[in-house]
């Protein structure tokens, strides 16, 4: 239940303080709940991890299918050096995962010591 | 020990925060980058996006109300004429920010700032050209003139509104990618992007590799390669046109023949120059030789084509004006378009107003210059250029009574220098204020305002078109162009006195025009506007064919449709070819030619001239011309410095055309005196083995050895569209080359209810993440246009219409 709760507060206050704080206030986001919900190490990094990868992954294809994925083939392309939107996607949610997963076994080793 | 596994994993996640926030690790920031809120995401425009907007500045005066039609074309609608401008900033920059602050940065030689020192070359040379000088200068003008600007300072308020209303997530995905942000607006960022384009269309010339070619060749053989007449030519202004004396009597200094134009001494030099091929067609015919008894104007002007485009399509209506058409993002009005009474549209004028001088320095502190038999002080500009990620550069600019010294020991652009000191005479500085001229066009009633309009313009000059619902035509070659005597500024000339300066500029009303002429039409294709018996020096290098192709349709065509008009604008026909084929049909040799090369032959043969996609006489044409240039002329270019003057295409053609025992087509390297034939057959043969690998990679056809492609101005393919389906090329009226062509098509007729088409090859979106960026390209590759609704008041509930703004006053 921890899990899942904790999941679910690192992907509503992300979204929240993203709409004024630059993007790395996932990792503030993320550490700051795993330091406030006790869990095990691993749960903590999978918490942030899982959060992160579920939002960004759903909020960028949400955005790219309306865009009929139209800039995430030519950034692919760009970025990636490869035409495809679904790999933008999936390194952008990966990107976000690690960054919270991290953040979140930085806060669950802070409540631990 | 608790506080290890802490450090650890707080030192990993900060470390992985910096690596994805900065470049110091990845090639790109790829956190903010790839942040769904704030990156490149936020740029991916949702496909049913509402642009309808209710926003409110204390800078209005009045209510603002802007329709949006279905091609995001901004129908705006003013009660105060100069809230019009203000809004036309707000919108010139929601969609087009990032390419406006670009070429205002690299008007000012300020690339640096955004790219880093890659860019310190372009930078110096704009700087030394004097370009920010230039436009200093130019905004003082403006300024001097109230109704200038009043217009400037509501579009520079209007910019600046839009910018300062950005928040990250909403910059422009360059921006993004490169890594910076935008800067406030100023009206001397629209003074510094009208000189952009005076250096587009006004900075061309040839003097250093024209100097080269008079001192490598003799004189007789120099009249040959660079005539200043074409055989060919139907100038702007017909011929037997009669010129009253000239005002300006100019006459060449008693040195000019020793010193000047005969002096023998070569320079190794080259400079960054526009385009050659900056070029346009614009004609108008008038009531009777139209269907509807109303004149038609067309015009087409050819620049390089980019993403995002130039050109910027809306309706701008006021209490008093209402006009429509192509505008500049980053200067008010409508440039190019018309009104309720007329309309107007441009082609370059291609005179050369960029001359140097060579400077004697009295030591290597250039602090003084010999002139009129003295020591005259120096002025001295310091350019302070910001490089990204490195120390500033200085480059200290010494000014004398020509203008900015551009080359010297220090700057020779990257190329090799001879050392000397060359300062550069250009038009463009002088004082003049071009956006009045367009000011002024938007409200135009008639032939006179016409008139009154553009003599303002100064520099770049543009042959200019007229057509009025009154039923008047007109074409004016205007500019503000320097008198000159023969062959003044086409070399390198002397700078140690006055002798050589311009001596005056050719008065305004003594500029080539046509007012209603008989023949029912005037045109202009950036050919020479006057033929010899005009009194002023007009110089020698301009295109002839594509004049002479529009003013051969237009002499035939009668009861003419905006259609008709259509299938002109975007006419393939090789009038070029059609001169040039039968020579070389006549004197190829086809003896002993193996199956390749007859089959290239019969194709030859057969070609209808027109240089559509699927043909593939264009590509043998093409391939075969270059190939006989090179036979003809390599052996005498052979130890020629390699910074030369080309002769131009039609001496070539005009030489062979008069006479097939044609100097140059004997090598010069062999005893024997080669002949016409030789010459045509071996630049078939060379051209046959061209062709051969051509075919073998797929693309003999026209359209695909051509690949028109329009690039995004950093030139990233994904953002560019490339390889596009369209015919033409540099000889015909749709000029359509590689990276050059029809910027913007359009063709009005000025009947009562005004019926008007147009097409550019871009979209009213600057965002590569809209539909609406690129999405006007396939109609104007497959020569097809849309017709420009002048929407009217009342007109609100029209279904073309999908979004509406609404700006009020605070």
């Given at each position: 239940?921890?899990?899942?709760?904790?999941?679910?507060?690192?992907?509503?206050?992300?979204?929240?303080?993203?709409?004024?704080?630059?993007?790395?206030?996932?990792?503030?986001?993320?550490?700051?709940?795993?330091?406030?919900?006790?869990?095990?190490?691993?749960k903590?990094?999978?918490a942030?991890?899982?959060a992160?990868?579920?939002l960004?992954?759903?909020?960028?294809?949400?955005?790219?299918?309306?865009?009929?994925?139209l800039?995430?083939?030519?950034?692919?392309?760009?970025?990636?050096?490869?035409d495809?939107?679904?790999l933008?996607?999936?390194?952008?949610?990966l990107?976000?995962?690690?960054?919270?997963?991290?953040a979140?076994?930085?806060?669950?080793y802070?409540r631990?010591? | 020990?608790?506080?290890?596994?802490?450090?650890?994993?707080?030192?990993?996640?900060?470390?992985?925060?910096?690596?994805?926030?900065?470049?110091?690790?990845?090639?790109?920031?790829?956190?903010?980058?790839?942040?769904?809120?704030h990156?490149?995401?936020?740029n991916?425009?949702n496909?049913?996006?509402?642009?309808?907007?209710?926003?409110?500045?204390?800078?209005?005066?009045?209510?603002?109300?802007?329709?949006?039609?279905?091609?995001?074309?901004?129908?705006?609608?003013?009660?105060?004429?100069n809230?019009?401008?203000?809004?036309?900033?707000?919108?010139?920059?929601?969609?087009?920010?990032?390419?406006?602050?670009?070429?205002?940065?690299?008007a000012?030689?300020?690339?640096?700032?955004?790219?880093?020192?890659?860019a310190?070359?372009?930078?110096?040379?704009?700087?030394?050209?004097?370009?920010?000088?230039a436009?200093?200068?130019?905004?003082?003008?403006?300024?001097?003139?109230?109704?200038?600007?009043?217009?400037?300072?509501?579009?520079?308020?209007?910019?600046?509104?839009?910018?300062?209303s950005?928040?990250e997530?909403?910059?422009p995905?360059?921006?993004?990618?490169?890594?910076?942000?935008p800067?406030?607006w100023?009206?001397?960022?629209?003074?510094?992007?009208?000189?952009?384009m005076?250096?587009?269309?006004?900075?061309?010339?040839?003097?250093?590799?024209?100097?080269?070619?008079?001192?490598?060749?003799?004189?007789?053989?120099?009249?040959?390669?660079?005539?200043s007449?074409?055989?060919?030519?139907?100038?702007?202004?017909?011929?037997?046109?009669?010129?009253?004396?000239?005002?300006?009597?100019?006459?060449?200094?008693?040195?000019?023949?020793?010193?000047?134009?005969?002096?023998?001494?070569?320079?190794?030099?080259?400079?960054?120059?526009p385009?050659?091929?900056?070029?346009?067609?614009?004609?108008?015919?008038?009531?009777?030789?139209?269907?509807s008894?109303?004149?038609?104007?067309?015009?087409?002007p050819?620049?390089?084509?980019?993403?995002?485009?130039?050109?910027?399509?809306?309706?701008?209506?006021t209490?008093?004006?209402?006009s429509?058409g192509?505008?500049?993002?980053?200067?008010?009005?409508?440039?190019?378009?018309?009104?309720?009474?007329?309309?107007?549209?441009v082609?370059?004028?291609?005179?050369?107003?960029?001359?140097?001088?060579?400077?004697?320095?009295?030591?290597?502190?250039?602090?003084?210059?010999?002139?009129?038999?003295?020591?005259?002080?120096?002025?001295?500009r310091?350019?302070?250029?910001?490089?990204?990620?490195?120390?500033?550069?200085?480059?200290?600019?010494?000014?004398?009574?020509?203008?900015p010294?551009?080359?010297d020991?220090?700057?020779?652009?990257n190329?090799?220098?001879?050392?000397?000191?060359?300062?550069?005479?250009?038009?463009?500085?002088?004082?003049?204020?071009?956006?009045?001229?367009?000011?002024?066009?938007?409200?135009?009633?008639?032939?006179?305002?016409?008139?009154?309009?553009?003599?303002?313009?100064?520099?770049?000059?543009?042959?200019?078109?007229?057509?009025?619902?009154?039923?008047?035509?007109?074409?004016?070659?205007?500019?503000?162009?320097?008198?000159?005597w023969?062959?003044q500024?086409?070399?390198?000339?002397?700078?140690?006195?006055?002798?050589?300066?311009?001596q005056?500029?050719?008065?305004?009303?003594?500029?080539?025009?046509?007012y209603?002429?008989?023949?029912?039409?005037?045109?202009?294709?950036?050919?020479k506007?006057?033929?010899?018996?005009?009194?002023?020096?007009?110089?020698?290098?301009?295109p002839?064919?594509?004049?002479?192709i529009?003013?051969?349709?237009?002499?035939?065509?009668?009861?003419?449709?905006?259609?008709?008009?259509?299938?002109?604008?975007?006419n393939?026909?090789d009038?070029?070819?059609?001169?040039?084929?039968?020579?070389f049909?006549?004197?190829?040799n086809?003896?002993?030619?193996?199956?390749?090369e007859?089959?290239?032959?019969?194709?030859?043969?057969?070609?209808?001239?027109?240089?559509?996609?699927?043909?593939?006489?264009p590509?043998?044409f093409?391939?075969?011309?270059?190939?006989?240039?090179?036979?003809?002329?390599?052996?005498?270019?052979?130890?020629?410095?390699?910074?030369?003057?080309?002769?131009?295409?039609?001496?070539?053609?005009?030489?062979?055309?008069?006479?097939?025992?044609?100097?140059?087509l004997?090598?010069?390297?062999?005893?024997?005196?080669?002949?016409?034939t030789?010459?045509?057959?071996?630049?078939?043969?060379?051209?046959?083995?061209?062709?051969?690998?051509i075919?073998?990679?797929?693309r003999?056809t026209?359209g695909?050895?051509?690949?028109?492609?329009?690039?995004?101005?950093?030139?990233?393919?994904?953002?560019?569209?490339?390889?596009?389906?369209?015919?033409?090329?540099?000889?015909?009226?749709?000029?359509t080359?590689?990276?050059?062509?029809?910027?913007?098509?359009?063709?009005?007729?000025?009947?009562?209810?005004?019926?008007?088409?147009?097409?550019?090859?871009?979209?009213?979106?600057?965002?590569?993440?809209?539909?609406?960026?690129?999405?006007?390209?396939?109609?104007?590759?497959?020569?097809?246009?849309?017709s420009?609704?002048?929407?009217?008041?009342?007109?609100?509930?029209?279904?073309?219409?999908?979004?509406?703004?609404?700006?009020?006053k605070?």
């Open positions: 239940m921890k899990f899942i709760i904790s999941i679910i507060l690192i992907a509503l206050l992300s979204v929240a303080a993203c709409l004024y704080l630059p993007w790395w206030s996932i990792a503030i986001v993320s550490f700051t709940v795993a330091s406030l919900i006790p869990q095990t190490p691993g903590s990094f999978m942030g991890f899982v992160l990868l579920l960004w992954g759903s909020l960028s294809w949400y955005i790219s299918q309306n865009n009929n994925h800039l995430a083939h030519k950034v692919s392309m760009i970025i990636l050096k490869t495809s939107p679904y933008l996607i999936t390194a952008t949610a990107i976000g995962a690690i960054v919270a997963g991290f979140a076994l930085s806060g669950c802070l631990r010591s | 020990m608790k506080i290890l596994p802490l450090i650890i994993s707080a030192a990993v996640t900060t470390g992985l925060v910096v690596a994805l926030n900065t470049k110091l690790l990845l090639p790109a920031p790829l956190g903010k980058l790839l942040s769904p809120q990156g490149i995401w936020q991916a425009e496909e049913a996006a509402d642009f309808s907007l209710d926003v409110r500045f204390p800078q209005l005066a009045g209510k603002v109300d802007v329709y949006l039609d279905d091609r995001l074309v901004p129908h705006v609608f003013t009660e105060q004429e809230d019009v401008y203000f809004v036309q900033g707000y919108l010139h920059a929601k969609f087009r920010l990032w390419q406006m602050e670009l070429q205002t940065y690299a000012a030689g300020r690339a640096s700032e955004i790219i880093g020192d890659k310190l070359t372009h930078d110096r040379e704009f700087r030394r050209l004097g370009m920010g000088y436009a200093e200068i130019s905004l003082k003008e403006m300024e001097n003139d109230p109704a200038t600007k009043a217009s400037c300072d509501a579009y520079t308020s209007g910019v600046n509104a839009y910018i300062r950005l928040t997530s909403q910059l995905i360059e921006y993004k990618l490169i890594g910076y942000t800067e406030p100023s009206n001397l960022k629209s003074a510094l992007f009208l000189k952009y005076s250096y587009d269309l006004a900075a061309h010339d040839d003097d250093i590799e024209m100097t080269n070619a008079k001192s490598y060749f003799s004189s007789a053989d120099f009249d040959l390669l660079y005539p007449m074409q055989d060919s030519l139907d100038p702007i202004i017909p011929q037997g046109t009669v010129y009253p004396a000239p005002k300006v009597k100019v006459k060449p200094p008693v040195t000019a023949d020793s010193v000047y134009l005969k002096n023998k001494s070569l320079l190794v030099m080259q400079e960054e120059k385009d050659r091929e900056n070029g346009s067609n614009n004609w108008a015919a008038a009531g009777s030789k139209t269907k008894g109303s004149p038609i104007l067309c015009n087409d050819h620049l390089g084509l980019n993403l995002p485009s130039l050109w910027f399509e809306m309706q701008l209506s209490p008093t004006f209402n429509y192509a505008t500049f993002p980053g200067a008010p009005s409508v440039i190019i378009g018309f009104n309720d009474s007329c309309a107007w549209g082609t370059n004028g291609g005179r050369d107003v960029r001359d140097y001088y060579e400077i004697k320095f009295k030591d290597d502190s250039r602090t003084e210059y010999w002139f009129d038999s003295a020591w005259k002080k120096t002025e001295f310091i350019e302070t250029i910001k490089v990204k990620d490195s120390a500033n550069y200085i480059d200290t600019v010494a000014y004398t009574v020509f203008g010294v551009m080359y020991k220090s700057f020779s652009g190329r090799v220098s001879n050392n000397k000191y060359y300062a550069v005479r250009w038009k463009a500085h002088d004082p003049s204020n071009e956006l009045l001229v367009f000011i002024l066009m938007n409200h135009a009633k008639n032939y006179s305002d016409y008139v009154a309009a553009i003599t303002n313009m100064h520099t770049p000059g543009q042959n200019f078109a007229f057509a009025s619902k009154n039923g008047d035509i007109a074409m004016r070659t205007q500019g503000d162009w320097p008198a000159k023969k062959g500024g086409d070399f390198i000339m002397p700078g140690t006195d006055s002798s050589f300066m311009w005056g500029m050719i008065p305004q009303d003594e500029n080539p025009y046509q209603n002429p008989e023949r029912g039409f005037v045109s202009s294709a950036n050919q506007p006057a033929d010899s018996t005009y009194p002023y020096y007009l110089g020698r290098n301009y002839p064919y594509r004049g002479l529009i003013n051969r349709k237009l002499t035939a065509i009668n009861s003419i449709s905006p259609q008709d008009m259509m299938a002109m604008q975007t393939n026909y009038v070029f070819a059609e001169m040039a084929r039968p020579v049909l006549k004197n190829i086809d003896t002993g030619f193996d199956v390749d007859k089959k290239y032959l019969d194709m030859l043969k057969s070609w209808d001239l027109n240089n559509e996609i699927t043909a593939i006489g590509t043998i093409s391939i075969l011309w270059q190939n006989f240039e090179k036979v003809v002329f390599d052996d005498e270019f052979k130890n020629a410095p390699t910074v030369i003057q080309h002769p131009f295409e039609s001496s070539l053609l005009d030489g062979i055309l008069r006479d097939s025992s044609y100097k140059f004997d090598n010069i390297e062999t005893t024997k005196k080669e002949t016409l030789e010459d045509v057959t071996a630049a078939f043969k060379n051209a046959a083995v061209q062709l051969v690998k075919e073998i990679e797929g003999l026209w695909l050895y051509k690949a028109t492609g329009v690039n995004h101005l950093t030139k990233l393919a994904p953002f560019s569209r490339l390889n596009l389906p369209i015919g033409g090329g540099s000889h015909y009226i749709n000029a080359k590689e990276d050059h062509g029809p910027s913007w098509r359009m063709i009005v007729s000025l009947t009562d209810k005004t019926e008007a088409y147009g097409v550019y090859p871009g979209g009213q979106s600057g965002n590569p993440g809209s539909k609406f960026y690129d999405n006007f390209i396939d109609q104007w590759a497959a020569g097809k246009y849309y420009l609704w002048m929407m009217k008041k009342g007109e609100e509930k029209d279904n073309r219409i999908k979004w509406k703004m609404s700006f009020n605070t």
